[in-house]
C-alpha cells in the first residue's frame, strides 16, 4: 500500500446509508481508528466538485493506455488523486496503548489537581499564566479543550496526538490529511478550518508584546501549512515516516483499475477476495491478485461509478456557512487567512475560469486527435495533463515545446508522440486542417534538431525525421528515377516589420529546404563501430537519405560532396557483424541503394562514386546465395547482389565503370547457374526475381557499352569481342528456357538483353549480325512461338488492356495504382517489340520476326492514345513523380512506331498521324525518340502531300519543305545540350550524352523558362510547338536557338514562316479531321497568325510589300488555317447561345500564356497588335480578322474600350463579314448585352455616324438595340461589369430613352431603322426580344406621340 | 544618352530628303511615305484628317524608332485619287485650317490689345 494512498469513494463498497460511526474504544478512549471508506462523510472535493457539476458526461470513452495498451480502462477518477496528490507519508507516531494510557493518567492527575485546588490558587495560576503567555491564551486554551473534546465526540477520525510538541517535523507531516479530509483537525493552530477571521484577528493582537515560544511555532507553522504539498517530503526525514492502518478488511478495499502512478510501480493496490472467506485478514497481509476482466464489468467498473458518481441522491449535504472545500474562498480561508479576498497576489487560487476547448487540435499520447467534446473530460490519469491547460492533450505547439525539453525521457516520448502524429497525418487520418499546412515542416525541424543526440533521444529524432521524409508519402518511395520536389507556396515575414501581412512566394517545398550540409554530420555520428543504434534507427537513416537524395539534386551532390560523409558511413556499415544486432541483419541493402539513387542524380556524382565504390561492392557478388542457407540470408545476400548489380548498371548508364564487368565476369558462371537452378526449381521470390531482373539489367547496359567502346568513359574499357567471347548470349538463350511465364519484369529483362545483343551484333558481327540474330531466332523460337515468352506477351497484353479500361484519371484514388498497372505491361511488351526490331534480318521483310500481335497491340495503342492516360499525370495537380510511370508507355509507343516504320505495315497516311499524336506525349529522356520522329516526318512530307492532294506552293518546295524549320524544332526538343537526361533505354549515343539519369521533378518541367529551377528540357512539347520558328524569330535577341544552327542555314524571315505555317497545315489536315481534340485549337491557330502579322523586324521600312504577313503565300496558309475555324465554316450556326460561367480563362489569354510568360498580359499585345494594325496594315482583311475575338464578351471589357475607343481608326477600317470572323459564332459577341456606357455612346456614335461596316455594325447594333428594347432588369441582358455595377439598375431606364433620342437626332435613317426593327440574329437562352407593339407602347409610355411619330418618320 | 543633338531633329542632314514616297506594288492605290525630321506631332495630324477623308481607305503611320526623327505615313485611297494626291489635298487642308487658326488668334490678340483695361473675357492672364 505504500505509495499509493488512494482517495476511495465510500459509496464503492457499502450502501450510502450505512453511517454509524463505531463507539470510541472503551480501553483507550480514543476512537477506533476507521477507514475514511467506511465513513460517509469522506467525500472530497474532488467528489463534491463533481456531484455540483452535472455537466460532467457519464461515458468518458476509452482511452488506450501507453503502458498497458491491452487493458481497457474506464474513466478510473479515483486515480486522479494519486497522480495530483503526492503519496502522504504516513502523519504520526502511531498511537501505541502504552502513550495513550500515559496521557489518560496525565489528565487524569490534572483534572484530579485541578478540582483539589482553591478558588485563590486557581487564580493565581491563572495569572501565572496571563503574565507568561499573554492575554489570549484563556481563550486559545478554551479552544484547544473544546477541539479534543470535540474530536473524541466525532470521535472516529484519525488523531493527531503529537500536534503540539516542539518538533516542527511532525506538524508538518499532517497537512496533505487535512488538505483532503474536512473535518479532520491537526492541531497546528493556523490551519484548523474553525480559525475564522475573527480568531485571525486575535491572534494578531499579541504582537505588540514580544513573541512568545507558542506564537513563534505558530508563525512558524501558518505560512507553511499552504505549501506543505510540495516541500513534505523533501523535508522530512524518514525516521518520521511511519504508517498507520485502519482496521481495514480486505472486503473494504476495492481495488479500482488505476493506473499505476508511475510506470515503475505496478499494481499496488489489491483487491479483495470475491468470496467472504477472508474477511478478517488485514490488509497488510494481502496478496496481489490480478483483476478478473469479467470483475470489471461486473459491478463496480469505473463506468458504474461514474454513474454513481452523478446521480443526485448521492450528495452529501454540507455544511451550510461554510464554503464548500476546495473552492478558492475555502482555500484562502484555511491557508491564506490574513490576506483579503481580493488580493491580487492570491489570484492563483481561483480556478481558472473553465476553460473553453480552443480551436488548436489536442493530441494524446499515441498521436491520435482527441475531440474537443472529450479534452474537458477525460480523466487526468492518462498522462494528457502535463500542460498549463486544464484541457486533456497536448497541442502541436506544446509537443513542439516540450520537444526541445533538456530531460531526455521527457524529449524521448514527446518525439515518439510527434512521430506518431506524422504517421496520422500522412496517413490521411488526421486532416492537415488541424494542425496547419506546415505541421510536417514543423515537426520535422524539431526532429532535425534532436538529430544526433545519445540514446533513445537520437532514436526518435531519426524516427521523427524518417516519419517526416519517407512515412509521409511512403507511395513514392518505390518510385525510383524521378525527382520529387515539388513548389509550395511558403509564408516569408516581409522586411518591413508589421507594415505589410507576410506574404507568400513559391518556393522549395519542406524537404528540399533542409540545410542538408548541417544534418550529415549528425547522421555520420549515428554510424558507430560498434553500433549504438538499433538497426531499425540506421536503417531509417538510410531510407532518410534515399528518399532525400531522389527528392532533390542538390541534397544527393552535398551528400556526395561532404567529405568522408559516404565513406564513413560505408565503412562502418561493412564492419557491422550480425552479432552486433539482435536478429537483424547488418548489412542493410538500402545503402547500395543509396548509392545507386546517388549515381542517377547527376554524371558529376556517378563520377565521384565510381572510383573505388564498384570494386568494394564486388565481394557481394561474390557470396552466392546458397540453398543450404536459411531463407534470411538467403534473401540477404540475393538482395545485396541484386543491389549491386542494379548499382553497376546505373554507372554504366554513363558509359562509367565498365571495367568492372570484367572482373566480375568471374563470378558470374555461378550466379548464371544459381539463377538456373532457381528458375527451373520454380523457386521465385521476390528477392530472387529483384536478382533476375538487376542481372538482366546488367548484361544489356554493359552489352551496350560494349557496342561502341569509345563511347565509355574511359574508352575501350569493354570491348565486343569480349562480350562474344563470354557467351553472355549463350547465357541468356538457356535461362530463357525456365522462366516462368507469370515473370513479366524477367522477361522484360531477358529481352532487353537479347535486343541490346541483337543490336550490338548488327553493327560489330559479320553480314550485319546475321548469324547472330539466326542463333537467337533459332534459340528463342519455341518459347516465343508457343512457349512461355509467348504467354508472357498474350497476358501482358490483356494486362495493359485491363488496365486502360480500368483507368479511372486524375485525382481518384487509385491513379497510382493504374499507371503502375499500364506501366508493367508496357515494359514487357516494349523489350517484345524491341527484340523483334532488332531481330530483322533484311531490309525487305515485312513480317514480324517474333510473330507479335502487330494488329491487335496496335490498335490497344491507338485506344490508348485516346484516353487521357498520357496527359493526366503530367498536369499540374499530378502527383509529384507520378509521370515516371509514363517512360515505359512512351518506349512501347515508340518501338511500335518503329516496327511499323519499318514493316511499313501502315500507310504513309496513318503512320505520321500516329508518330504527331506520340510526339507530343514524349517525355524527357525521349528526345532521340522526338528527334527521330520529325526527320522521318521532314523526309516523308513532300510525298505525304503528294498523297493527300495538298500542293506545295514551289517556294517551299525549293527549299526543302521543312529544311528551313527543322534547326528550330530540334533546338525545340533539346533546348541544352548540357542537359540530358538519359534515356528509359540506354544506347551508345547516350552513354556519354547522359549528364544524369533521375528524370526533373514534375514542378521542374512546369516552371517558367526565366527560373532558375526550370529544368532545361523541351519535352513534352508545348501543344503549339509547331508554331516555335515564329516565337523564336520575335524573340531573335534572346533566343539561344540560333546558337545552335547548322552554319548552312540561311534561310530569311518569311521562308521561316512559310515552312512554319506549311508545317502547322499539315498537321492539322492530318489530325483535323481523325482526332480534332489533338490538332491545334482555334485559339491557338489565332495566336501563332498574330505572331505572324507581329514579324516585322528587319524589314526595309520603305516597301510594304515585304511585311510577311503580306506574303501571298503565308497569307494563303494563314487564311487556310483559320477557314476551318470562321463562323462561316461552323456547319449549322446555333440558334442560341447560353452565357458561359464568368470564371473561365479567356481562351487567346490561356494559350498566349507559354510565349508571353507570366509577366505579360495577353492585353499589353493585343494593344501592340491593334497599335501595328492601325500603322501599317493596309487594312489587311486577315490581319484584321485576327484583332475581332478578343471583342467577344467573354473577356474582359478593356479589350472593347481599347478597340471601339481609342483606336478609332481600327473601327473605320476593319470591315469583316460575320462569317469571317474566326470564332465559334456570333453569339459570344452578342450575349450578354453590354452594360457599359462608355462602350455604348460609342455604338451608337459609330452607328449614327456610318462608319462601321460588316461585323462590327451587326454587333454595335445589336448592343444599342438590345439596351434599348429589352427591360433594364432583365438578368443577362445585363453584363454588369465591374466598374458600372448600377448603370443597368438604376440609370437604366433614363438611358434607354437618352439613347433613342440619341440615335435619333444623328441623321442616319438607315441605322434608326435597323435598331428599331432590330431581332437579334441569335438568340440568348432566357432573354425574349420584344414584339413591336410593345416597343411601341413602351415609347409612348414616356415619349408620347411627339418622339413616336419621330420614329415612324424614320 | 543616345539622344541625338536637338538640331539633328529639324535640320536636314546632307543629301537627305525631306519626303520619300514609295508606290507600293502589291496594294492597289497605297504608298509608303517617309518624312524626315518630323515627329508624332504633324504625322498624327496628318493621319487623322486623310481619316476624314472619304477618299482614304486607309491611313496609318508609325515611328520606327524614337530616337530617329522620322515617321512612316502609309496612305491607301479607294482609286479616285492617287495617295499623294491626298496627302496634298490634306496637307492644303491642314495649312489652311492651321492658317485660319493662326489668324484667329492673332484677331484675339488684336482685339485684346484694344479692350485693354476692360474686363478680361477669358479670366485675367497668367
Known sequence: MIGSVVERKPSSNRPPAQGAFPAPNPSTGYPTVTHRSKTTRGASAFAKSRQVNPSRPQNVPTILSTISPSMKWESTEDDDDVSVQPNPPAPAPIPTDETERLLKEVGDENNQRISEMTEEERMAERADLLEKFGGGIGEMLRRRRLQREGKAADGNELVDMAAPTPRPATIQLSPPLTFSEDDMDVDSPGSTSTAGPSSAVERLEPSKTPPTRAQLLEDLNRPRSALRDSTAHSETSSTFRRLRFADVTPSDIHVYPSQPASPKSVHMLMAPPEDGSADGVPVTQLRFRSLHPERMTKHDGPAVWMAKEASPELSVPKASDDPEEGTPEDIRRRFFPNEAAAQPGLNWITAPSSEQPSDAARFDLQGALIPPALQSTLPTHLGLHHTASSLAGYTLDDLLYLSRSTNAAQRATVLSVLAKILQRLGSGNISTQAVGADARERILKSGMAALGERGSVGARAVEVVWEAVVGWDEFYVLQEGVELWVEEKRKVPSSNDEEEPPSTIPGLDALSSIPLEEALPLIQSYFTVPPSFPALTLSQLLGLLHRLATHYEAHASAIIKTPHFLSSVLSAWLAYKNSDFLRETAQDPKLIQLFSVLATSSRANAEALMVDLPNILLRFLAQMPDSSQSTEDRELRESLMAETLHFYATLGRYGLGCKVALTAQEFMPALVTYLDSSLSEGDITPSFARLAETFFQVREIWTICAIDPHKTSPPHELIWSQIEAFGWVDDLLHLAENIPAEQDTIWAGLWNATAAYTEGATINGANKGQEEKKKVMDGLQDIIQDGHGRSAIDSALEDLQSAIDQYDGLGKPKFLPCLRDIARPSTLLGAAVRLSLSLISSATSTSDPLGLPGASLSRLLDDLLSTTVPNDPLATTAPAGAYVHLRPLTTLLMDELRLSHRLGTMSMESWSVRALRILRHLLPGDEAHAEWILQNFSVGVKDLADSMDLTIDDSILHRGVLQDVMPFYMHAIRPDDKFCIAPFRPTPNSLSQATRVILPSLAALHKPPTSTLKAPVGLPLKRDFLFQPLSDLLRSSTSTAFDSFPASWDASETETVRATLFAVEMCQTLLLDMHPEEALKREEILFGCMRVVMLEHGQPQGDSSEDVFRDTVVAAEMKSLLEPFTIGASPTPPQSYSVPSSDVIPPLEAASKDYLGSGVPFYQFYTDLLALYEAISFADPIFGALLLPPLSMRYPPDYRKLFWGDHSVAVRTVRTSVEQVPADGVGEFLWPVEGDTELLSRYVKALGTGTVRGFLRTVALHHVACNIWLPPASPPASNSSASTPSTAGEGGETRRRHMLLALLRGNKREAVADVLKYEPAVGCEGVRMPGREERVAWVRGWGGEDVLQRLESA | ?126
Request: hydrophobic content about 40%; proline content about 7%.
Open chain 2, 1 to 126: 544618352m543616345n539622344a541625338l543633338p536637338r538640331f539633328e531633329l529639324f535640320t536636314l542632314g546632307d543629301g537627305e530628303k525631306m519626303i520619300e514616297v514609295v508606290e507600293d506594288t502589291k496594294i492597289p492605290n497605297a504608298a509608303t511615305i517617309r518624312v524626315l525630321k518630323q515627329d508624332h506631332t504633324l504625322a498624327n495630324m496628318i493621319r487623322g484628317y486623310m481619316l476624314k477623308n472619304p477618299k482614304v481607305l486607309f491611313a496609318g503611320y508609325k515611328v520606327p524608332h524614337p530616337l530617329e526623327p522620322a515617321f512612316i505615313l502609309k496612305i491607301q485611297t479607294d482609286g479616285s485619287a492617287t495617295p499623294v494626291e491626298v496627302l496634298q489635298e490634306t496637307c492644303n487642308t491642314l495649312i489652311a485650317l492651321i492658317t485660319k487658326v493662326k489668324g484667329k488668334l492673332g484677331e484675339q490678340f488684336t482685339q485684346k490689345e484694344l479692350e485693354v483695361g476692360l474686363e478680361e473675357p477669358f479670366g485675367a492672364p497668367g
